[in-house]
T-cell receptor, first 111, second 115 residues
C-alpha cells in the first residue's frame, strides 16, 4: 500500500524567509503532484513532476522530485502572505492514475 | 470551460437518507475519481473509474456506490447516510493512465453534513 507523508504538517513563517516542505512516499513511483488549497476552496494544481530529477519553478515556489530517494520537496523563497494556504503532495501509483495524498502542510506566512 | 462540475455545493441529510452527488466533466477525460476530505487526513480515495463501464474501490469505499455509464458523468451515491460520512467530497478527472499529461482537475467540492 502506498503511503505518503508530508512534513511539517503546520508551518508558520515570517515574510521574506525561506523554507522547504518535504513529501516522502513508500513505493516506487515517478509521478508526483503538488496542489494548493485555500480555506473552503478546491485544490489548485501547482506542479506536475513526471520523472526523476524533475524541477519546476513558479514564482516563489520550486518543486523537485528524487524518485530514488522517494522524496519531493516544495521550496518557498522569500515568503509572502499570499502564499498562506494548505499544500498537498500526491503520488501516482505505477499502475496508473490513482493518486494517494499526503496529509497536507498548513502554511501561514506572517507579516 | 466548465472543467469538473459538482452538484450540490452544500447538503444536509438526516441519518438513513440516501442521496447522489453529481459530477460531470467536459474534457473527455478517461479517469474520474471521488475523494473525501476530513480535517488532518488529506484526501482519501473512495471510488474511481478508468473509463465508461469500469469502476473500482479506493481506500474508503464502504457506504458508497458509483457507476460510470458515460465518459462525462460519475455520480456518487450514499446508500444510507451516517454521521461518519459528514465530510467534504471532491470529484476529480484526468486524461488517463496512457497519457503523459496525467494532471488531475478537481471540482469545487460538496460539503455534506449528516445529522
Amino acid at each position: 500500500e502506498l503511503k505518503v507523508e508530508q512534513n511539517p504538517l503546520f508551518l508558520s513563517m515570517q515574510e521574506g524567509k525561506n523554507y522547504t516542505i518535504y513529501c516522502n512516499y513508500s513505493t516506487t513511483s515517478d509521478r508526483l503532484y503538488w496542489y494548493r488549497q485555500d480555506p473552503g476552496k478546491s485544490l489548485e494544481s501547482l506542479f506536475v513532476l513526471l520523472s526523476n530529477g524533475a524541477v519546476k519553478q513558479e514564482g516563489r515556489l520550486m518543486a523537485s522530485l528524487d524518485t530514488k530517494a522517494r522524496l519531493s520537496t516544495l521550496h518557498i523563497t522569500a515568503a509572502v502572505h499570499d502564499l498562506s494556504a494548505t499544500y498537498f503532495c500526491a503520488v501516482e501509483e505505477t499502475s496508473g492514475s490513482r493518486l494517494t495524498f499526503g496529509e497536507g502542510t498548513q502554511l501561514t506566512v506572517n507579516p | 470551460n466548465a472543467g469538473v462540475t459538482q452538484t450540490p455545493k452544500f447538503q444536509v441529510l438526516k441519518t438513513g437518507q440516501s442521496m447522489t452527488l453529481q459530477c460531470a466533466q467536459d474534457m473527455n477525460h478517461e479517469y474520474m475519481s471521488w475523494y473525501r476530505q476530513d480535517p488532518g487526513m488529506g484526501l482519501r480515495l473512495i471510488h474511481y473509474s478508468v473509463g465508461a463501464g469500469i469502476t473500482d474501490q479506493g481506500e474508503v469505499p464502504n457506504g458508497y456506490n458509483v457507476s460510470r455509464s458515460t465518459t462525462e458523468d460519475f455520480p456518487l451515491r450514499l446508500l444510507s447516510a451516517a454521521p461518519s460520512q459528514t465530510s467534504v467530497y471532491f470529484c476529480a478527472s484526468s486524461p488517463g493512465q496512457y497519457n503523459m499529461n496525467t494532471e488531475a482537475f478537481f471540482g469545487q467540492g460538496t460539503r455534506l453534513t449528516v445529522v
